[in-house]
């Protein structure tokens, strides 16, 4: 690297001389050891990937139903055995429009890292060309004898380079590195989220769906109760409080069922939503009513070790403290002073002379160049970078904390969640034999109560404790399956599902294409760019 920029400035030394003028040792010298320097020099401190505590095993891996070895949970919705979950969550993470804003955000991230990267060149390069009309007035000093009206032709190069000696623009392009890896984690994380969103959804609508199958059963049972209120109230052999009381009952559990069918409807609309659809229009995708889906015996959640590799949120947490630790450097360079290069190099010829006019403009004596070094530097300043620099360094300290603390709450979810789906299941054994006792316990009754053996207000507490039972049973039953969905999802599962594909469908490339040149930043040879942590030399370029 050296040598060639050694090669690059002796020619450019040579080109000077060739044109009449020799350039000053002194001044060659210290150009070539600014231009060395902005290689190898980096103000502020590079970036550390700070240690996070880690659990060594988690607290409920002594149950037998929770396996804590390696798995694959990148289609963890699988474990269910739903071929509509299945077809969903795929129609999700092909439609899903916050997904698809995530995955646009990465382009944008994408081209910002480009800016960045063009920085580290030369920032001016500008033709220039001018023709002008002059009239001097006849008032002006010291033209008596000289020409009052003459046209002036020019066309050249501009060019200036501030030299990147402290590291400043590569401290830039390692945020955007870091950044766009973090828009490649939050696009992870809200695919995460969205087969989560998918699965769990599904669960409250099955769940709902039995629930209000339950409520209808329930009402068959209460009605055949009114009716036998009914007739022994006109035989004579009770009172008509038997039948208010049965009748109230029976209205309190149909009551219940039009809260059942909002929360049908209301979960077929938002799953209709995470797939990009119009209420309504998956319904054919979900058929009729359906169970439950029933939830495996044993449940892989891998080693807590995985976590931090896994979580897309840890690691976004991680890639936002990077970025922030580049921007220390990048504010500390304005305490030292800015080197920069500059020259113009063009033709000039003006018809103020009965020799020249246009024609001569790219004759060799038209040409007209300069070229030099200059710097500038805040020296007076009143604490003000100073302070800049103490706001990045504050605002890293704080991302160190958030990505602390990203990990305990990471932790605390997969650990809430194991709790939740094991005491769930145990909570669905004891309801089952509730509910099978509270059956039983109906059923004699209303024999009992056929033959006046028992009044009417134990037939009603019975049927009022199977309903709650039952119904409390199918709830119960559903939280077991959203708990073992929090599982996975606080595991970081899912998001392995779009494998190498990329992060929009190609409609949507395809109509960014066709209204702006974005290059080859659409469709790059490979999706994510190397460790910002390898962006330490002088000049850096994406494969786009």
């Avoid at 500008?126 to 000289?146: D, K, R, T």
């Avoid at 409609?507 to 994510?528: C, D, F, Q, V, Y």
Wanted: aromatic share 10%.
């Amino acid at each position: 690297m050296q040598e060639s920029l050694f090669r690059i400035f002796h020619s450019g030394a040579q080109n000077l001389r060739c044109s009449g003028k020799s350039v000053s040792p002194a001044i060659a010298v210290l150009l070539l050891a600014i231009v060395l320097l902005s290689g190898c020099t980096m103000v502020g401190p590079d970036y550390v990937k700070p240690e996070a505590p880690e659990p060594e095993k988690w607290l409920e891996s002594t149950d037998p139903k929770i396996q804590s070895k390696e798995t694959d949970f990148s289609e963890w919705w699988a474990v269910f055995n739903d071929p509509i979950l299945n077809d969903l969550i795929q129609a999700a993470y092909q439609q899903n429009l916050p997904l698809q804003i995530a995955g646009i955000r990465i382009y944008e991230a994408r081209a910002q890292l480009g800016i960045a990267f063009g920085f580290q060149y030369p920032q001016t390069q500008q033709g220039l060309g001018a023709a002008q009309v002059n009239q001097v007035s006849n008032n002006a000093p010291n033209i008596a004898f000289a020409d009052r009206y003459f046209t002036t032709y020019d066309i050249g190069l501009d060019a200036a380079w501030e030299l990147d000696v402290w590291g400043r623009f590569r401290r830039a392009v390692q945020t955007g590195v870091a950044n766009l890896e973090a828009s490649i984690a939050d696009y992870d994380d809200i695919l995460v989220s969205l087969t989560a969103d998918v699965a769990r959804t599904y669960i409250i609508l099955r769940t709902a769906e039995e629930r209000l199958a339950v409520a209808r059963e329930n009402v068959k049972i209460q009605q055949r109760s009114l009716e036998i209120a009914e007739v022994r109230f006109r035989a004579g052999a009770v009172t008509e409080l038997d039948v208010t009381q049965a009748r109230s009952l029976l209205r309190g559990t149909e009551a219940g069922i039009p809260g059942f069918i909002t929360d049908i409807r209301q979960s077929k609309n938002a799953l209709a939503i995470l797939l990009g659809k119009l209420p309504g229009e998956i319904d054919v995708m979900l058929g009729g009513p359906g169970l439950i889906p029933e939830v495996p015996p044993e449940v892989a959640v891998g080693i807590p070790a995985e976590l931090l590799r896994r979580r897309p949120d840890i690691r976004f947490a991680e890639r936002r403290l990077a970025a922030q630790s580049a921007q220390i450097g990048f504010a500390k360079t304005d305490l030292f002073p800015r080197f920069t290069l500059f020259g113009t190099l063009g033709f000039q010829t003006s018809d103020y002379t009965e020799e020249s006019d246009f024609n001569d403009l790219f004759d060799q004596d038209s040409f007209t160049y300069n070229a030099g070094a200059g710097f500038n530097w805040n020296l007076f300043n009143y604490g003000r970078i100073t302070n800049s620099v103490r706001v990045e360094d504050a605002r890293f300290q704080e991302l160190a904390v958030n990505y602390e603390d990203t990990v305990l709450r990471a932790a605390q979810e997969v650990e809430d969640s194991m709790i939740g789906f094991l005491q769930s299941q145990d909570t669905v054994f004891f309801l089952a034999d509730a509910v099978k006792a509270a059956k039983r316990s109906v059923d004699l009754s209303l024999i009992q109560y056929r033959e006046g053996l028992v009044d009417y207000q134990r037939v009603l507490d019975t049927q009022r404790d199977l309903t709650a039972q039952q119904d409390n049973l199918v709830f119960t039953a559903g939280s077991v399956g959203q708990n073992l969905i929090s599982i996975y999802r606080a595991l970081g599962g899912g998001w392995g599902i779009r494998g190498s594909n990329d992060f929009i469908p190609a409609s949507i490339k395809e109509e960014m294409e066709n209204r702006t040149n974005w290059g080859n930043i659409l469709s790059p040879a490979k999706l994510e760019y190397p460790p910002s942590q390898e962006v330490d030399s002088i000049f850096n370029y994406p494969d786009w």
